[in-house]
């Protein structure tokens, strides 16, 4: 069956790296389809961690080859730091990895673009990670963007710069009060990183194609979550990309029958990281136990999580969208010390119940979550690999999230180390 993809069904920070990097040893290809060095996919082997922000998170395995595709927005310096990284810690990547030509570049303006406009007293602040990726597929959409393919072609890599920064640069000079960018400080740097990225630049839609086409196993690996979705989520605090599944297909150049299999991430209880409705948000004690338990600071920016019970009713809304097919729970462990455990079933808004998520995200600002109550298990289920072996009160938390979600949970994290995973029949 050759293409699965991995989806986050939350606002990203699911575990998705842990749950890649398990599925990997079963695959011949992973894939990431979307976002940029915003990501930070966590994954630990034999005690020792490593954090991937570009690359797919199956470069812990040999001999599966990883690609980044069209869809991703690559940062040159971003993307080179990470395979220096794990070159100096003895992974082989070269041969390994490859990335589209037709990948967008993050350029040196989008980052202080992005930064520029979060620090900017007027306009809606989103709580970016400041990497550049909404101005990066700004221009992408805009069709002002450069590609990794164009680090090649100097004299239009040059043009293109010029052309982008005579925009950017009032920008900077009118409406942010800062210096302008230099098209030539710019080209020295990027066309400096051309010869080091030559290697890694390939066909990836091509190869992608050619390996659905020979019944190869491939794993789609999607950054952030459904509802940072571009499309699908709580615009405008969403990132600029397409994490939902169909991302995948856009993202990588492949049809749509060749993807057999959507696997959801879905986190125990909840986190978001900058603004943006979160209906179970714990602004208490509980949220900070949460955070603490869970060790919710994000991976690419330190910043502390916003945390909260499961919302069963986003988690609903992303399965049907993804069409999700089995869940990966993670992190189930960190309910571990409580005694009940709040998921939230459905919504208030002016009085009303809601089953479903507004389809508008003013309402989801102000809907007042429902709650039901579960027992808590107050023991340790760290480290658990056998479904039989949980206690029965997380058997009933897990039963109950599939009938509110609509999906089967499959996989169960019960730790960060691949083998704290609890495979289902
Ligand atoms: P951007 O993707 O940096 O533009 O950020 C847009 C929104 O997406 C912000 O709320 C970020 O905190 C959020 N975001 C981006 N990447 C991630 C991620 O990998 N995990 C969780 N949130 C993310």
Known sequence: MPVTAIVGVQWGDEGKGKIVDMLAQRMDIVARYQGGANAGHTVVVDGEKFVLHLIPSGILHRGVQC?????????????????????????????????????????????RLDRAAESSATGTK????????GPAYADKAARVGLRVADLFRPDYFRARVAQALESKNILFGHVYKEAASSVDEICAAYLGYAEQIRPYVAD??????????????VLAEGAQGALLDIDHGTYPFVTSSAPCVGGALTGLGIPPKALTRVIGVLKAYSTRVGEGPFPTELDDGVGERLRAAGGEYGATTGRPRRCGWLDAVAGRYSVAVNGVDDLALTKLDVLD???E????????????????????????????????????????????????????????????VEELVRAKVSIVSTGESRAATIIRK
């Open 341 to 400: 455990i709040n998921v939230c079933v459905a919504y208030e808004l002016d009085g009303k119940r809601l089953e479903d998520i507004p389809d508008d995200t003013e309402p989801l600002e102000r809907v007042k979550p429902v709650y039901e109550t579960l027992p808590g298990w107050k023991c340790s289920t760290a480290g658990v690999d056998k479904y039989l072996d949980l206690p029965s009160a997380a058997r009933r938390y897990i039963d109950r």
């Open 204 to 217: 990836v839609g091509g190869m992608l194609r050619a390996a659905v086409a020979a019944g190869k196993r």
């Open 67 to 111: 690609l980044i595709g069209a869809g991703v927005v690559l940062d040159p310096e971003a993307f080179l730091s990470e395979v220096e990284g794990l070159k100096g810690r003895g992974i082989p990547v070269e041969g390994a990895l490859y990335v589209s030509g037709r990948a967008h570049l993050i350029m040196p303006y989008h980052k």
């Open 337 to 339: 010390d409580f005694a």
């Open 126 to 133: 989103i709580g970016t990670t400041g990497r550049g990726i």
